[in-house]
């Protein structure tokens, strides 16, 4: 038939077969309103008629959904097994229809295959169930949700073991033409709950890096194929974590936070017998500590691979309290000539002998570090591995369970003081860290109270004497100061002698100060001084020990700021248990002034004639010849410079810096350089010479000389004082003849 048909096809008569399987085939659904059975089973009368759902037009029928494929009808594969007093649902879809696209389902049940049907409940027909389940699909214990348009979930809240046997799945017909399956099929068996869960109740208390095991008893009774599963978590607060499940096929699964200590040996099963599962976490920390519960499920294994949780049981085991380290670690330092006494007295050169008893309640599961601290200094150190870092005169070993004992060979002086034994106590996480090596968790540190040591010593004794061996009479003169160190006494064996040098400003100086200039210490090291650490790297100032006792101080050019009062301090040094050399005395002299009567330096200059020129092209030459008072080593720059007339501009010829860099002036003429010569010929002589003379060289010459100083070598020139000669004419006719002779004037800047 057509599907675009007008005349729509006979409906089957009640109660007529499939021609394909024989069975009684349902009604088609009229569009025009909901079909139902005319009298309900059981029913004393008929319920009323339900009212039309929708009024659609015969011809609607004919046209097809899914074109001319036979309708399926399908439910949950089966059998299904479920535990009474738990939730059960049955699914049921149907495909391949025509017709609307939202379907209508029944359900019906029997304890047979060949039993009488029961209905039970209907998408479109609110009297559809039978009277003996209608209290139940009332209450909802018993209902039926749609999905989808073609898909719906028969549920029971709570199964009984009546609910037991086969559910049938029907479709009312709204095909154009009957074809394909109308109903399926499934069985539900409903088992009783046997599911057991009794849990042993942990330890309330498990001290921090101990084992703790978590054991739990989980049964049933084995009526059908269930299986078995068993969780472990852990409440703290409102959270609880998963900390491991054995699953139903005996695969394991953890929580995230424990996934890694399961896979380093920390947490692991312990299956028993008769139904006794243990779970171990070893080591255990404080996050540890809280609520366990154990949860034990049974699980159906249906038709296509999938697991069904059909009912569980979760137990409180008990809450659990990890005691950290910390609250029983305890650490106790003593002597071990007088374990009851806080304080020693020894001799040089005797042995010191101190003991360290650790004690906690999980000491077996704790890995130590112990140090000994001498104030707080660290001298000897046991790593857990047992490792000992330490210098030469100094051991510790281990000598039993948590104790310990130090050993210091040659005491002195140095070593007296507050020794404490200090503990970290360490937990082993398991596994392998990044860099390859153990995991570990350092859960307390402990320090004892104090074992004083006090080591008798007579103290060395010296007389000081500072002198100078050069005294500055003016500025840039060297000194030099020696400090004598005599009488010596009681310096111990090894000892040796140090020095400190100090300056301060002059007395009425406002205000006076004090400096560190620098010190030798007992090994020869040189420390300098913050004001004074540019001068003594460059050797201007030097502090050197001349002879076993005696120590100098020099400044190569004394400046008027090293002025006012010089001491120096002896100290004597000794060498320790530890091999180092540490101060045990010190004495200062008393202080010597360096001073003297700072006069401004002066510098006089004279200039003469040496060479005469008579003549146009002769050769003029003269000298500069120059005179200083208080001024010490220096160097020179000489300007030559003229003027036509004395009252005209003054002009540079020539220039000569103190490092002898010559250059020309501006006025020079460029094509003459040739015939400028400046030299220094003395220490204190300088010389100018122009050959060819013109008659535009006419006029007067003088030298102008400035004094140049330095601090010390590589540092910039520093201008100490300058002078000008007197001038010096240059006076000739063209015709030949000429006039020469000095000007007396002198002037000093």
């Not at 101060?583 to 040496?610: C, F, G, H, Q």
């Amino acid at each position: 038939m057509s599907v675009m048909g007008v005349q729509a096809a006979a409906d089957p008569e009640p109660g007529a077969q499939d021609p394909h399987t024989g069975e009684p085939q349902p009604s088609p659904r009229r569009p025009a309103q909901t079909t139902r059975p005319l009298v309900n089973e059981n029913d004393e009368k008929p319920p009323p008629l339900p009212q039309p759902r929708r009024i659609v037009p015969r011809v609607q029928l004919l046209v097809s959904n899914r074109g001319c494929s036979a309708r399926v009808v399908t439910v949950s594969p089966g059998p299904l097994i479920r535990v009474e007093g738990q939730p059960v649902s049955i699914r049921c879809d149907v495909n391949e229809y025509s017709g609307p696209r939202e379907q209508d389902f029944e359900w019906m049940t029997s304890r047979e295959a060949s039993g009488a049907r029961m209905k039970i409940i209907s998408t479109f027909d609110a009297s559809y169930s039978h009277s003996s389940l209608s209290k139940r699909v009332a209450s909802g214990d018993i209902s039926v949700v749609r999905l989808e348009d073609n898909e719906v979930e028969l549920k029971i809240a709570e199964a009984k073991a009546l609910d037991a046997g086969l559910y049938w799945c029907q479709t009312p017909s709204t095909d154009s033409v009957i074809s394909g399956n109308y109903e399926a099929q499934v069985q539900l068996i409903v088992i009783p709950n046997t599911l057991s869960v009794s849990p042993q109740t942990p330890p309330q208390e498990a001290a921090e890096g101990s084992d703790l095991t978590l054991s739990c008893n989980v049964t049933r009774a084995l009526t059908q194929p269930t299986f078995l599963s068993v969780t472990w978590s852990l409440k703290s607060g409102a959270t609880s974590e998963e900390i491991l499940t054995l699953g139903p096929q005996g695969g394991v699964a953890t929580g995230a936070k424990f996934a890694r200590r399961y896979a380093d040996g920390g947490i692991r099963l312990v299956p028993g017998k008769n139904g006794l599962f243990e779970l171990v976490i070893s080591r255990v920390t404080t996050s540890d500590g809280g609520t366990y519960e154990c949860n034990g499920t049974e699980w159906t294994h249906e038709n296509g691979g999938k697991w069904i949780k059909i009912v569980e049981n979760t137990k409180e085991m008990g809450t659990v309290k990890v005691i950290p380290t910390g609250q029983s670690l305890a650490v106790r330092a003593t002597s071990s000539a007088s374990p009851s006494s806080t304080s020693l007295l020894l001799s040089p050169s005797d042995a010191l002998t101190l003991l360290c008893s650790v004690t906690a309640d999980n000491l077996q599961a704790l890995a130590l570090e112990v140090t000994w601290l001498a104030g707080d200094r660290d001298i000897v150190t046991m790593e857990r591995s047992g490792i000992v870092i330490s210098n030469t005169s100094s051991s510790l070993e281990r000598t039993g369970a948590g104790e310990y004992r130090l050993g210091v060979r040659g005491v002195s002086a140095e070593d007296g003081g507050d020794y404490t034994c200090r503990v970290r106590a360490f937990i082993d996480k398991g596994g392998k860290s990044a860099g390859g090596g153990g995991r570990w968790h350092m859960a307390a540190e402990k320090r004892s109270g104090p074992v004083t040591v006090k080591v008798s010593q007579i103290m060395p004794s010296y007389t000081l004497t500072l002198e100078p061996a050069l005294n500055p009479q003016m500025t840039a003169e060297p000194t030099e100061l020696a400090c004598h160190v005599t009488n010596v006494t009681h310096l111990p064996p090894g000892g040796r002698l140090g020095v400190t040098w100090e300056h301060t400003s002059l007395p009425g100086e406002a205000p006076q100060t004090s400096h560190h200039i620098g010190s030798l210490d007992g090994s020869g090291n040189l420390l300098l001084g913050s004001m004074y650490t540019d001068r003594l790297r460059s050797g201007v100032m030097s502090l050197t020990k001349v002879q076993p006792n005696t120590f100098k101080l020099q400044i190569i050019r004394t400046q008027e700021i090293d002025m006012g009062q010089y001491s120096c301090s002896v100290s004597a040094w000794s060498v320790n248990s530890q091999g180092d050399m540490v101060k045990i005395a010190e004495y200062k002299s008393s202080p010597m002034t360096v001073r003297w009567d700072p006069k401004r330096p002066s510098l006089n200059v004279v200039a003469k004639r040496v060479r005469e020129a008579s003549v146009g092209g002769a050769t003029f030459e003269m000298s500069c010849t120059l005179t200083t008072e208080n001024l010490g080593e220096a160097g020179y720059s000489v300007l030559i410079q003229s003027q036509e007339s004395l009252e005209s501009n003054v002009r540079t010829i020539m220039t000569l810096s103190p490092d002898n860099v010559l250059q020309h002036g501006g006025a020079t003429d460029p094509n003459r350089r040739d015939s400028l010569v400046l030299t220094k010929s003395g220490p204190a002589e300088f010389r100018f010479r122009l050959a060819g003379v013109q008659l535009s060289d006419r006029g007067f010459y003088w030298c102008d000389i400035t004094a140049w100083t330095k601090q010390q070598a590589g540092q910039t020139w520093t201008r100490a004082t300058s002078a000008e000669s007197n001038k010096v004419r240059i006076d000739f006719q063209e015709n030949g003849g000429s006039i020469i002779h000095p000007c007396l004037d002198l002037k000093v800047l």
